[in-house]
């Protein structure tokens, strides 16, 4: 019986007769191509691999997996993302000296030799005969390719990749007869390319060009005859050879590379002496793997694009097929990010929100007229970590966020669009007292309203009449209650839809009264977009993030595109912009007013102040800014948030100054054109009327999709909604 090693490992025989046995079949397998009816093949391994004839004379070789890289609107990198971290180059972009390096020590009769090396076979049987073992081998570079491409079709599946590197003589005939076939085919050089390009160099690093960026910092194409030595050194062993771990293995294999070249005259024995005396230089660039990478704060918006991405068949049938192309595909992603936005919004979210605060924040910004989102930031960051998150505050539960926060008074201007485009006037008045029921019955797009639920205002000195301007610029609930009761919900409905407004966690808007108060759950980056509308003359864009996509052969993709249409008419938005510049300049938004350009926005804050808001715009720019507790559990009483302590928290004390600074931030240097208005006369003088301007008969709601008419609205583990706005903040 044989003798085997200690640990129950093959012994020296035993391992170099199994070598002679490959390396006979390496004969065998040419004597089958020469003399296919000898069946010389047959003789050998009959009974142990599949005949020589049946294997497919192609080999399908998977796209390399390449990193995905996402860029800013000028071309900025935000974060590239992989699961092998390659990029593949050409080889006029490789140093020549990794060419020679790589042929000199891995395989150097390759320019001499078709895909097998009998004379290297003859050459590592002899010498594994006179070591007793397997101490040298005989593979040539094309079949060193051949496994690598095996190992590549294998992926991260770990059964797979032990299947493509077993050493068995059924993998030896495949590989063997697909390096004949590639030779063939491609070539010398072609398959040096492909070599260089998918092998493995140690520290994640997959291909020459990402090699020389680990550990250089510095492209192939610039590596010196010492930084190619010591690549070409890795490949043997990534592990035993690191020049990060085993400086001094890693020297040596250099110099034992160096002198190979030299031997074969790749380089001169000077230049050899001289490179070898010379020490390693790392450059180290660590791997940068993932949106959790991403400066500035943008890990979030890198995330967005992600599940844009992935949510589009455009880019594969199956999610699945869409993430691998997302992980590999070689994609080169420009996005809508603007990098002075990005650093506004999350400079000022960070100054006003401290990430450990029992509450967080979050802001969105995008531009009027093209949807193109130019920002997103939070108080807590992108991580796993204590105080961080991967939930996107600012967006969609479908596209990575959480489920919404009620808007409060915020959804007042939508309410007032809505009326406005009804015939209902800004001069229209109500009495608009300090308490009242929900009148009832209300006309929704189904059917009818009707509750017994009351409303309030904050202040008990807030009793109209009221007008529109000034119900806006105090944010009056009961004022907005009397509005959209008389137009009817489907209006406001309506309005919600054509601006993009969607419940966050997916349900349709219920059709209730409380509505007008903003009761139902919406994200930032959804109430951006819909306030933008109005800086544009009443046109809306849905938000898009990217600019364009090409893959790893430069082809351009298509992409998704905002959408953009008229949501209402110039009128009404220009009304609306009058309405919300009072409130900056005289109202409940003082404290978010911008100086030296035109702005307008919204307070908002919600029943037992569990969330707190400021939607604003310019002409070239509209944000929205939350501030809560994303699970909807802290009401924001006796708080301290980034180091102001607050009894009550509200829309204008901490999200409109975090508003105004990263508006200021993000518009710093950049035009300022004037926010185009139409006069509103003062309100007339105030009575005990019930209302003091004309009776409004609405238009007939048109039939539409909606909940069925009921009573309030109610959710397990909530107060009743009864206000749901900021009751005059």
Known sequence: MAKKREGGGRSRTQQAAKFLGVSVLAGAVLAGIALPAAGALGLVAKTSVEGFDDIPANLKTPPLSQRTTILDADGGEIASVYSRDRTV?????????????IVAIEDARFYQHGAIDLKG?????????????????ASTLTQQYVKNVFIEEAGDDPDKVAQATQQTLGRKVKELKYAIKLEEKLGKRKILQNYLNITFFGEQAYGVEAAAQRYFSKHARDLSVEEAALLAGIVQSPTRYDPVNHPQAATARRNTVLKRMADL???????????????????????QNGCITATDGAGFFCDYVREVLLNDKAFGATREVRSQRWMQGGLTIRTTLDRQTQKAIQASLSRHVYADDPVAGAGAVVQPGTGKILGMGQSRPYGFGTNQTQINLSVNRKMGGGAGYQPGSTFKPIIAAAALEQGIGPDQQYSSPFKMAYPKPVQTCTGTWSGNDTVNNEDPKEVGPYDMKEATAKSVN????????????????????KLGLQRADGKPLKQVPSM?????EMSPLNMAAAYATFADEGTYCSPVAIESITDAQGKALNVPKSSCHSAMSKKTADTV?????????????KQAGLKGRDSAGKTGTTDSRYAAWFVGYTPNAAGAVWVGDPRHQRQMYNITIGGVSHDKVYGADTPGPIWRDMMSGALDGRPAPALPTVPIGDPKGKGDDANKGKPHTPKPPKPGNGDKPGGGWHIPGFPDILGGGDGGW
């Open 89 to 101: 180059v050409a080889l006029k972009d490789m140093s020549p000296y990794i060419q020679k390096a």
């Open 121 to 137: 076979i003859a050459r590592a049987v002899n010498k594994n005969a006179q070591s007793g073992g397997v101490s040298q081998g």
């Open 265 to 287: 005259k790749a380089i001169s024995r000077s230049e050899a002496d001289a490179a070898a005396a010379r020490p390693i230089r790392l450059k180290i660039s660590r791997p």
């Open 478 to 497: 009961t004022y907005y209650v009397q509005l959209i009761s008389d137009m009817g919900i489907c209006p406001a409905v309506t309005m919600a839809q």
């Open 516 to 520: 007008a108060l903003g009761g139902q």
């Open 577 to 589: 912009n009058t309405l919300l510049k009072g409130v900056v300049e005289d109202g409940t938004g």
